[in-house]
């Protein structure tokens, strides 16, 4: 439950503070990660770890503690500086704590991300259901106040990578039964993983977050080409299975006779596809004078223009970058070498590379937390060209779980049946 809060359940978090009234303050979210590193305190002794990936440990570590020097010698940004230390205290307090995880929880964590990513998925659902202020057809997200007197506003790709990890999660339950891991044979988690896997689908959509899409159409190339898989066994259905998907079926006609809910299906595709259209167009500089830019993109553009002017002035800030987040880029390899320079851009970029290379062996694996966490981090892998800082704690914290544990097996490892 540990690993979980600090890293599947910040969806739920949003939800809470939206529902609490706390707002943006870090407080709350403060309070569930130091809990969640209370909860990985086990028996024990202090100075016992487990292995983990020593490849990513030395290429990952060595970059995240370079940042880490980084915040203390070479600051650019001083505004953050408490929440950035808050921030590099309970990573590294995850490292120390997630080295003295058995390996054995591999077993039985598919089942948690599973509950828990359907939770996310429903505290979305319910908070635009309850929004007056929300239209169909707009991002959804958990909206909370500023505490301002501004408008509501929130985070759509929080719930959109959720439902991703619920995608994922429920597909590989769904698919591989006979894989051993806690409730396996149960037609119960089987049920909410059909349940689960429908839900993230409708989420995806409606959060319209172009790198999430992405991600899932490289995690199906990912699995049909290296995974282990045997399409009719993977889906054989018990009764229950198939009376769900009945009942399912007659909702939905339902629906779509009062909603005409495959009408608006039609127009959230035909959107997200002129959105993904329109940044790439932008991206590429290949749209004409009357078409609309994507401003996501073009600010990306125009801050990779205003780097290179600034790096090429001077020898020293291409060597050795311009200090810890001298510069939002929205782009995290780009901005490892504007604040790091050729140092940490390598180290960034062979990281992930390592990562690229491992996930291939993690998806071909009859475990399914590696397929999980293999397939799952494509979704960081975009990331890494489309959004976000390369020291994000979101980031990190996955960062982290596949230092420790990714082709990490558990000693009694158990072939498929």
């Known amino acids: ?249 007659g909702i939905l006609q339902y629906f779509n006779r009062a909603f005409k809910i495959i009408e608006t299906f039609n127009r959230y595709s035909d959107q997200a596809y002129e959105f993904l259209l329109r940044a790439l167009n932008t991206g590429l500089g290949i749209n004409n004078s009357g078409t609309t830019q994507d401003a996501s993109a073009l600010n990306r553009v125009q801050n990779i223009d205003m780097i290179k002017k600034i790096i090429s002035r001077d020898w020293f800030d291409f060597i050795f970058g311009k200090g810890y987040k001298f510069w939002y880029v929205d782009i995290p390899a780009l901005e490892a070498f504007v604040n790091f320079g050729i140092l940490g851009v390598l180290l960034f970029c062979i990281f992930n590379l390592f990562i690229l290379y491992y996930i291939i062996l993690g998806v071909k694996s009859n475990n399914l937390f590696q397929n999980f966490i293999s397939l799952f981090y494509i979704n960081l892998f975009v990331a890494v060209f489309t959004g976000g800082r390369p020291l994000d704690f979101s980031y990190w914290v996955f960062y982290i779980i596949l230092i420790r544990f990714l082709l990490i097996l558990p000693k009694n490892k158990l072939a498929s049946e």
């Open 1 to 249: 439950m540990g690993i979980i809060l600090i890293w599947i359940a910040p969806p739920f978090i949003y939800f809470l503070k939206e529902l609490l009234g706390i707002g943006q303050t870090s407080l709350f979210t403060g309070v569930v990660y130091s809990t969640a590193l209370i909860l990985l305190i086990n028996h024990i002794p202090l100075k016992i770890f487990y292995r983990g990936n020593e490849m990513l440990a030395f290429t990952g570590l060595s970059f995240f503690f370079l940042g880490f020097f980084y915040f203390i010698f070479y600051n650019s940004q001083k505004s953050s500086i408490i929440v950035d230390a808050i921030n590099f205290a309970i990573l590294i307090g995850f490292i120390y704590c997630i080295f003295r995880v058995d390996n054995d929880v591999q077993y039985y964590i598919p089942v948690i991300i599973l509950i828990v990513t359907l939770i996310n998925n429903f505290a979305l659902i319910y908070s635009i259901s309850t929004n007056p202020n929300y239209v169909l057809g707009a991002r959804a997200t958990v909206q909370y106040n500023k505490g301002t007197g501004e408008e509501f506003s929130g985070n759509p790709i929080v719930f959109g990578r959720n439902a991703v990890a619920g995608l994922i999660v429920s597909f590989l339950i769904i698919h591989k039964k006979a894989l051993e891991f806690i409730g396996n044979k149960s037609i119960r988690i089987n049920l909410i993983a059909h349940i689960n896997i429908l839900v993230s689908f409708v989420v995806l959509i409606l959060t319209q977050s172009r790198g999430n899409f992405i991600s899932v159409g490289l995690c199906i190339i990912f699995y049909l080409v290296f995974g282990n898989y045997s399409v009719l066994k993977g889906f054989q259905s018990s009764k229950i299975t198939i009376l769900y998907y009945l009942i399912v079926l």
